[in-house]
């Protein structure tokens, strides 16, 4: 704060791998830091070298505080990264389901597509993340969504020998003839 209020402080400064001051503090989950930093101006957009925004940041590390913040303050639930992932999709990977239920509760697209065609319940899926693949379920997520390779989420939890989730996903109907690019069934 003290920094801040001298005036001499580049809120936009970058490191070595483009993060700015938001970007940190977000990854973090500094709310008041983040707080005194939008106040300044901030740019809650701002993206790293790797392209993920400060909002991307909070949801990696599951940070549900700086997801309300950065929310409240205008930030883009859909930002995508280079390979167009968007905060859902991250936090999922994580397996942080709290803030996967904010991020839905939010209004994040549970049907965007990564830049393989992946979907979150393909990634809780293949992860192994039951709770998650339930509550995915549960709002709605297509469970005969196919990637780049024609895979379904079921494809994605038989790879990986996920029983509970695979369970989860033929109780909801998926599929289990579907045929993936390669011809395979999930079985």
Do not use: C, Q
Request: proline share 2%; charged share 25%.
């Amino acid at each position: 704060k003290l920094l801040l209020n001298t005036g001499h402080v580049n809120i936009e400064a970058r490191d070595e791998d483009g993060h700015t001051p938001l970007n940190i503090a977000s990854y973090n989950g500094h709310e008041a830091i983040i707080y005194r930093l939008l106040e300044k101006g901030a740019d809650i957009e701002a993206k790293d070298r790797f392209t993920w925004t400060p909002l991307h940041n909070a949801a990696l590390k599951g940070h549900e505080a700086t997801i309300r913040l950065l929310l409240e303050k205008g930030a883009n639930i859909e930002a995508i990264n280079r390979d167009n992932s968007t905060a859902l999709y991250r936090a999922v990977e994580r397996g942080h389901e709290a803030t996967v239920r904010l991020l839905l509760e939010k209004g994040a697209n549970i049907g965007h597509t990564t830049d393989r065609g992946w979907t979150a319940l393909h990634s809780a899926a293949y992860d192994g993340h039951e709770a998650i693949v339930r509550l995915l379920l549960e709002k709605g997520a297509n469970t005969e969504a196919k990637d780049e390779d024609k895979s379904t989420p079921l494809h994605m939890a038989a790879y990986n020998g996920n029983e509970a989730t695979a369970r989860l996903l033929l109780e909801k109907g998926a599929n289990i003839e579907a045929k993936d690019g390669n011809n395979s069934t999930p079985l």
